[in-house]
């Protein structure tokens, strides 16, 4: 009896993250150091993950590849807290691959590099913090539903609030926040009550569960 066995398309995730705004050539060279130190401290902390490191493209983006489109979630608030000042836009293309993997990413084509350009062009033209594209147009409506009621959440913020939530992330006690912050545990607890934290949390782990059934059943 003959075994037929079905070919599956290797399928990843597109990441690409564009610094919002015009920046005078002045100040270019200050940024893109900014950016490089940004990529070199993300493929450490993400190393396990990336089919291909992340890189800095021409202008003020960054592009890399993940293998399991679970991690996008962390992987954007990795870049988010290593580039703190900056206004971040983050277009997410899952998809197949049409160029065999390499180290670093500015030399990949294929569709998921495709999707996250056109996701990244709808969040500009719809001023979105983060827009997916490439998992089915019922899925990306969802995804991209709930990356838009985070942001109306986020956008709320006070500096003090998104360092706050910075610091609780990294699986800081908030004894330890107040601590390092120099504030009575009660300061750290309001803010992240007047954050809207555990709403926040809540919402990125549905995303997660979301993404993660992608990496699960490939097609």
């Excluded at 690409?16 to 050539?25: M, T």
């Excluded at 070199?40 to 089919?51: C, F, G, H, I, V």
């Excluded at 293998?67 to 277009?91: C, D, K, Q």
Aim: proline share 4%; net charge neutral.
């Amino acid at each position: 009896m003959s075994a037929f066995v079905k070919k599956v398309e290797l399928k990843l995730l597109s990441l690409i993250v564009d610094v919002v705004g015009d920046h005078s050539d002045a100040n270019k060279a200050a940024l893109q150091d900014r950016l490089e130190q940004a990529v070199s401290a993300s493929n450490e902390e993400l190393s396990s993950d990336l089919a291909s490191a992340f890189v800095v493209n021409v202008g003020d983006q960054i592009q890399g590849v993940l293998v399991s489109p679970r991690n996008a979630v962390a992987a954007i608030f990795y870049l988010e807290e290593a580039l703190p000042t900056l206004p971040l836009r983050f277009g997410i293309g899952w998809g197949s691959f049409s160029t065999p993997l390499l180290p670093r990413s500015g030399s990949l084509a294929g569709l998921c590099l495709f999707n996250s350009g056109l996701a990244l062009e709808r969040g500009a033209r719809e001023h979105r913090w983060v827009t997916a594209q490439g998992f089915g147009e019922d899925e990306d409506t969802t995804l991209n539903a709930m990356f838009r009621l985070l942001q109306a959440v986020r956008s709320h913020w006070t500096p003090k609030q998104k360092l706050t939530v910075a610091m609780v992330r990294k699986a800081q006690t908030q004894r330890d926040v107040a601590k390092r912050l120099g504030v009575y545990p009660s300061v750290v607890s309001e803010a992240l009550k007047a954050a809207r934290y555990e709403v926040v949390v809540e919402a990125e782990a549905a995303l997660i569960t979301a993404l993660r059934r992608f990496a699960m059943n490939p097609e």
